[in-house]
């Protein structure tokens, strides 16, 4: 690959702090490329990558017979068919460059780990973008046209006619389904504290109603719309994330602690061990005739 040519010969340890910020700019500079290429091939299928995009709102439509004649989408102003040539260039490109960013995070921070951090390392960044690709494809084929039926029923029921903007739309699509991808990796993000002992398992799993007030307000924080249907089945699904986070990191804890000969469950340390006694020592008569 390119970037196998473009990295330095050299390793880590034998590189100066000013060798690895360069190492660090060159890594940012492939990223900006991969993710320049994706906004340009973007803008070269510039009419596909617009009905693309418009599949949930067709979805929507099947949705509530009450949409089928729901108007086009409209644009009232140059600027407005601007943005949403950039909305629809921004979200190929990221989508595009995101397997390569991850790649290139793993290329950069990889000679500096030990073997076993790095076969630990390569779940970690399959795992975000794992994670990242169903928050993002739940939120296109889920979250957004179940929030565009809701929006349409509120503005219907207050007998409210409306034509929804093109760039607003795009914007609507491209947020929701890039913010819930990176709502995803708030799991990765808890076991990674947990691997770090940074924070114990069981202190997570005890903090239950603090997190989900967190993830409620996360949930608010990624749906744009903010309706109940939705931040529902977000607030579920991260919920739901948070408690197999708390189980894998429960697990990882356990096998690193096992290595390196401490008790498995750090709570143990809390406790007194088996073999120590408790030694009564007797009063002298003296405290007695006190």
Same mark, same amino acid.
């Given at each position: 690959?390119?970037?196998?040519?473009?990295?330095?010969?050299?390793?880590?340890?034998?590189?100066?702090?000013?060798?690895?910020?360069d190492?660090?700019?060159? %890594?940012?500079?492939?990223?900006?490329?991969?993710?320049?290429?994706?906004?340009?091939?973007?803008?070269?299928?510039?009419?596909?990558?617009?009905?693309?995009?418009?599949?949930?709102?067709?979805?929507?439509?099947?949705?509530?017979? %009450?949409?089928?004649?729901?108007?086009?989408?409209?644009e009232?102003?140059?600027?407005?068919?601007?943005?949403?040539?950039?909305?629809?260039?921004?979200a190929?490109?990221?989508a595009i460059a995101?397997?390569? #960013? *991850?790649?290139? #995070? /793993?290329?950069?921070?990889?000679? /500096?780990?030990?073997?076993?951090?790095?076969?630990?390392?390569?779940?970690?960044?399959?795992?975000?973008?794992?994670?990242?690709?169903?928050?993002?494809?739940? /939120?296109?084929? !889920?979250? +957004?046209?179940?929030? #565009? *039926?809701?929006w349409?029923?509120?503005?219907?029921?207050?007998?409210?006619?409306?034509?929804?903007?093109?760039?607003?739309?795009?914007?609507?699509?491209v947020?929701? %389904?890039?913010? &819930?991808? *990176?709502?995803?990796?708030?799991?990765?993000?808890?076991?990674?504290?947990?691997?770090?002992?940074?924070?114990?398992?069981?202190?997570?799993?005890?903090?239950?109603?603090?997190?989900?007030?967190?993830?409620?307000?996360?949930?608010?924080?990624? &749906?744009?719309?903010?309706? @109940?249907? +939705?931040?529902?089945?977000?607030?579920?699904?991260?919920?739901?994330?948070?408690?197999?986070?708390?189980?894998?990191?429960?697990?990882?804890?356990?096998?690193?602690?096992? /290595?390196?000969?401490?008790?498995?469950?750090?709570?143990?340390?809390? !406790?007194?061990?088996?073999?120590?006694?408790? #030694?009564?020592? @007797?009063?002298s008569?003296?405290?007695?005739?006190?």
């Amino acid at each position: 690959m390119l970037s196998t040519f473009l990295r330095r010969k050299r390793t880590k340890s034998e590189m100066t702090f000013l060798e690895h910020v360069d190492d660090l700019r060159v %890594s940012l500079l492939r990223v900006i490329g991969v993710f320049m290429l994706g906004v340009g091939a973007a803008l070269y299928f510039y009419k596909e990558i617009p009905v693309f995009l418009q599949l949930p709102l067709e979805w929507a439509k099947e949705m509530d017979v %009450s949409m089928a004649n729901f108007p086009q989408l409209r644009e009232f102003t140059f600027m407005g068919v601007w943005s949403v040539l950039l909305y629809s260039a921004f979200a190929a490109g990221l989508a595009i460059a995101s397997p390569f #960013i *991850v790649y290139e #995070i /793993a290329r950069f921070v990889g000679p /500096a780990l030990t073997p076993r951090e790095k076969r630990g390392l390569i779940p970690f960044c399959v795992g975000a973008l794992v994670l990242f690709v169903c928050g993002a494809v739940m /939120a296109f084929m !889920l979250l +957004t046209p179940m929030s #565009i *039926v809701v929006w349409h029923s509120f503005a219907q029921n207050m007998g409210m006619v409306t034509d929804w903007q093109a760039s607003d739309y795009y914007s609507f699509v491209v947020m929701m %389904s890039l913010l &819930t991808g *990176v709502a995803l990796q708030f799991p990765l993000v808890l076991i990674i504290l947990m691997w770090l002992e940074l924070v114990r398992p069981m202190t997570l799993l005890k903090s239950w109603r603090g997190m989900l007030f967190g993830i409620v307000a996360l949930s608010a924080i990624v &749906t744009p719309i903010g309706d @109940p249907v +939705t931040l529902g089945i977000l607030t579920g699904v991260l919920f739901i994330l948070y408690l197999i986070a708390v189980f894998i990191g429960k697990g990882i804890v356990r096998r690193k602690r096992v /290595a390196r000969g401490d008790k498995p469950d750090p709570e143990d340390e809390d !406790l007194p061990d088996e073999d120590d006694e408790v #030694i009564d020592v @007797p009063s002298s008569p003296e405290s007695h005739r006190d």
